[in-house]
Structures are given as C-alpha cells and as structure tokens.
C-alpha cells in the first residue's frame, strides 16, 4: 500500500498570499496517477488537479500541481476567500487508492 | 450533468450490516466507461477508499474492509450498492460514492451521507 504523508497539517494565510502543500510516496506512483482535491464543510468534494499537474475541468489556473515519482506539490498562486478549505492528495496507480491526511488552509 | 447521491440509515447498530444506495443520474451506469467506488471519512479523520466497481465484473476492495464489504449494482435502476457487515463503532463515517474513469481520479461526487454506528 502506497502512504500519502501531506504536509503541513495546516496553513494559517491571509488572502492574495500563496499557498504550497506537499504530498510525500512512500513509494513511487506509477505515470504519476496523483490527484488533488478541495474538500469544503457541506460540499461536495472537487477534484482539481489529476495526472499530478492537468486542472480539471472549471478549475482556475492559480490552482498548479507538480512534481513526479514521490514528492508533489499542489500550489496555489494567490488565495482567494472560496479557497481557504481543506486540500487531500491522491494516487491511484496502484490498489488499494489511498489519500493523504489532508491539510487545511485557514485564515490568518 | 451526471450526478450520484448517496442515501440510507444514518443509525446502524453494532454488529449489524451498513447498506446505502448510490443513486446516478444524468448518465448511466452501463453505458460510461467509468468505475464507481465508495469512500468513508471519520469525523475529523481523513479519506479511506473501500472500493469501486466496473459494470461489466471486476470489482476491488481495500484488504482492510475486505472480508466485511460487497458492492453490487443494479443496471435497470441506475443505482449501486454497499453493504459492510459487522460494524462496529469504528465504521462511523461519512459515506461518498463518487466515479472515476478508468486510470483516472475521483471527477464525481456526492456530498456523502453520515451513518453513525451506536446501540
């Protein structure tokens, strides 16, 4: 099994600041299957990032992902007030899927 | 706009059996090239796929639900299934179906429905 290590646990930033949220392998995913998601109270989740670096459909470009292998990064360019949340990683390149912790983005 | 939504008992009793419904609508089940799964979060706990299905067979599990969880679909009515047996406290979750095509990421989700094990 593949253990997604997010870090930090949390972010505490102030709106037009940027965010980076890191997403640790225990192993390599495979093609890079590694997605990222928003997760807000009440709400559906929204996939936002999938292949470690395409957005998905309606996702505005100051959500970027990148990275290969074992480490990603999900970045987020200047926060606006709809993305304070909480962000989960993803692989699914090899079974069984697993996710990260999470990381929660708040304000400061 | 495809959309699926989860429904069932938001009160199980220990040791009984958890089924809910993912319902699916604006496509169908059987005519998308796509899996369907199940994902559970704890409160204020974090992601577990359980797992997902193809409709035409080949159905996966996480090992650590394996010998408890069975989903099933029913084509005619659009709709799949979960059933988790022998619950315990430790089963209280928010429950989600969501659809991923194939090698690809969850793109769909219900907003998941909360299902608290307690007697």
């Known amino acids: 099994e593949i253990v997604l290590t997010q870090s930090p646990g949390t972010l505490s930033l102030s709106p037009g600041e940027g965010a980076t949220i890191s997403c640790r392998a225990s192993?390599?995913?495979?093609?890079?299957?590694l997605a990222w998601y928003q997760q807000k109270p009440g709400q559906a989740l929204r996939l936002l990032i999938f292949?470690?670096?395409s957005r998905a459909t309606g996702i505005p470009d100051r959500f970027s992902g990148s990275g290969s292998g074992t480490d990603f990064t999900l970045t987020i360019s200047r926060l606006e007030p709809e993305d304070f949340a909480v962000y989960y990683c993803?692989?699914?390149?090899?079974?069984?899927?697993?996710f990260g912790g999470g990381t929660k983005v708040e304000i400061k | 706009q495809l959309q699926v939504q989860e429904s069932g008992p938001g009160l199980v009793k220990p040791s009984e059996t958890l089924s809910l419904t993912c319902s699916v609508s604006?496509?169908?089940?059987?005519?998308?090239?796509?899996?369907w799964g199940w994902i559970r979060q704890p409160p204020g706990k974090g992601l577990e796929w359980i797992g997902s299905?193809?409709?035409?067979?080949?159905?996966y599990y996480n090992p650590s639900l394996q010998s408890r969880v069975t989903i099933s679909v029913d084509t005619s009515k659009n709709q799949f299934f979960l059933r988790l047996n022998s619950v315990t406290a430790a089963d209280t979750a928010v429950y989600y179906c969501?659809?991923?095509?194939?090698?690809?990421?969850?793109?769909?989700w219900g907003q998941g429905t909360m299902v608290t094990v307690s007697s």
């Open positions: 969501a659809r991923h095509p194939a090698s690809d990421a969850f793109d769909i």
């Open positions: 604006g496509g169908r089940i059987s005519r998308t090239s796509s899996y």
């Open positions: 299905f193809y409709y035409t067979g080949g159905t």
């Open positions: 192993q390599s995913v495979s093609s890079s299957y």
């Open positions: 292949g470690a670096s």
């Open positions: 993803q692989q699914y390149g090899s079974l069984p899927l697993t």
